[in-house]
């Protein structure tokens, strides 16, 4: 693992892509960036440094930059989202794709979007996905997979961030 402090530039950069994306709300000093190699991709986490605190931000998944499931659970960014029932979240934090009848609300989103899972009781994100339905088609067809999981709650990504903050 390999962890380092962006340039100014590159932070700037960073955190312009993650307003544009995903609207995020809060400023930092610094962003850290960790590389790592996980199941032959090199990957890039992002860790957001303010006076008080360090939050990670986003995943760079070479093909895809997502929102931290931290950032989202402390409402630094908005992306769309569904909401599942207690029966669903075991096998979700298992790494399952989110399937149809699981869900019990949706944002209104498109196929293809970027889609954060919430637990239904605490409205907690547990997992970033891609949408494979519209919301629209979730809410009427009622069956089949909704969501691919990308990344989900005690994953080898997140982990990976549990560990960047212990040594940070």
């Not at 899972?117 to 996905?129: N, T, W």
Request: glycine share 4%; aromatic share 8%; proline share 2%.
């Amino acid at each position: 693992m390999y962890l380092r402090y962006l340039s100014k530039r590159e932070s700037r950069e960073v955190l312009e892509k993650l307003k544009k994306d995903f609207k995020l709300v809060q400023e930092f000093d610094h962003i850290i960036v960790s590389e790592t190699v996980l199941k032959d991709k090199k990957i890039k986490i992002y860790i957001g440094v303010s006076s008080t605190e360090k939050i990670p931000l986003a995943i760079d998944l070479v093909e895809e930059f997502i929102p931290a499931i931290h950032a989202l659970n402390k409402d630094l960014m908005k992306i769309n989202y569904v909401k599942i029932d207690q029966g669903a979240l075991p096998r979700i934090l298992n790494g399952a794709d989110v399937m149809a009848p699981g869900i019990v609300e949706t944002s209104d989103f498109k196929i293809n979007d970027l889609v954060g899972v919430r637990e239904f009781e605490r409205s907690l994100y547990i997992a970033v996905g891609k949408a494979l339905m519209s919301s629209e088609e979730i809410r009427l067809l009622r069956r089949g997979k909704a969501v691919k999981t990308i990344h989900y709650a005690g994953d080898i990504i997140w982990r990976n961030i549990i560990d960047i903050l212990k040594k940070i």
